[in-house]
């Protein structure tokens, strides 16, 4: 199993361009999710699925949108890159339908918005 | 907001050394996960515990819960230098908040051969 995975690792945009963070997991988990994670801060969840069709919002989730369409893949879309997304951002799944259960994350995807 | 804070901030010890790292939280929890985080890579789960249990053991690690102070401690016994990364807590909110899971800022641990 590769796990969970997220492409690219790294990603420089300038402010007002858009793009998509990429997270699959091969371990056909219904719970996934997309944190933030800013220097000396724990991470910050941004939004969640809990199965294909279904999301919800997160902490800090304005700024960003999500979808599910199947249980391995759960994008996060930038519609338009701010200074203040500079980020590293980590995706996660657990085989539960909620967050009570072990995360698995990826390796994380980091941001830099110019 | 951060539903978790933990202290120290930073904890430096000796190879063999004990390390504990406190959390402590806001609202009631349905449970509390530690995980451990290595320099630039991913978080790994080190242990859950629910919010009906005391105490857990895994290996060198024990945690505690205590829900009347709302506070959890992680214990790691005779650290070794590859225990060095970032510890975090997170929980779980009770009642209907089952989806999210809220992180504190984490301790950075150094542990010197």
Same mark, same amino acid.
């Given at each position: 199993?590769?796990?969970?995975?997220?492409?690219?690792?790294?990603?420089?945009?300038?402010?007002?361009?858009?793009?998509?963070?990429?997270?699959?997991?091969?371990?056909?988990?219904?719970?996934?999710?997309?944190?933030?994670?800013?220097?000396?801060?724990?991470?910050?969840? +941004?939004? *969640?699925?809990?199965?294909?069709? +279904?999301?919800?919002?997160?902490?800090?989730?304005?700024?960003?949108?999500?979808?599910?369409?199947?249980?391995?893949?759960?994008?996060?879309?930038?519609?338009?890159?701010?200074?203040?997304?500079?980020?590293? *951002?980590?995706?996660?799944?657990?085989?539960?339908?909620?967050?009570?259960?072990?995360?698995?994350?990826?390796?994380?995807?980091?941001?830099?918005?110019? | 907001?951060?539903?978790?804070?933990?202290?120290?901030?930073?904890?430096?010890?000796?190879?063999?050394?004990?390390?504990?790292?406190?959390?402590?939280?806001?609202?009631?929890?349905?449970?509390?996960?530690?995980?451990?985080?290595?320099?630039?890579?991913?978080?790994?789960?080190?242990?859950?515990?629910?919010?009906?249990?005391?105490?857990?053991?895994?290996?060198? #690690?024990?945690?505690?819960?205590?829900?009347?102070?709302?506070?959890?401690? #992680? #214990?790691?016994?005779?650290?070794?230098?590859?225990?060095?990364?970032?510890?975090?807590?997170?929980?779980?909110?009770?009642?209907?908040?089952?989806?999210?899971?809220?992180?504190?800022?984490?301790?950075?641990?150094?542990?010197?051969?």
């Amino acid at each position: 199993n590769a796990g969970v995975t997220q492409t690219p690792k790294f990603q420089v945009l300038k402010t007002g361009q858009s793009m998509t963070l990429q997270c699959a997991q091969d371990m056909n988990h219904e719970y996934m999710s997309w944190y933030r994670q800013d220097p000396g801060m724990g991470l910050r969840l +941004i939004h *969640y699925s809990v199965g294909a069709g +279904i999301t919800d919002q997160g902490e800090v989730p304005n700024g960003y949108n999500v979808s599910r369409s199947t249980t391995e893949d759960f994008p996060l879309r930038l519609l338009s890159a701010a200074p203040s997304q500079t980020s590293v *951002y980590f995706c996660a799944s657990s085989w539960g339908l909620e967050a009570s259960y072990e995360q698995y994350f990826g390796p994380g995807t980091r941001l830099t918005v110019t | 907001s951060q539903q978790g804070e933990e202290d120290p901030q930073a904890l430096s010890i000796q190879e063999g050394e004990n390390a504990t790292m406190n959390c402590s939280y806001k609202t009631s929890i349905n449970n509390l996960q530690w995980y451990r985080q290595n320099s630039g890579r991913g978080l790994v789960h080190l242990i859950l515990i629910r919010s009906n249990e005391r105490e857990k053991h895994s290996g060198r #690690l024990r945690v505690t819960l205590d829900t009347s102070k709302k506070s959890s401690s #992680l #214990l790691i016994t005779a650290s070794r230098a590859a225990d060095t990364a970032s510890y975090f807590c997170a929980t779980v909110a009770g009642g209907t908040s089952y989806g999210k899971l809220t992180f504190g800022q984490g301790t950075i641990l150094t542990v010197h051969p």
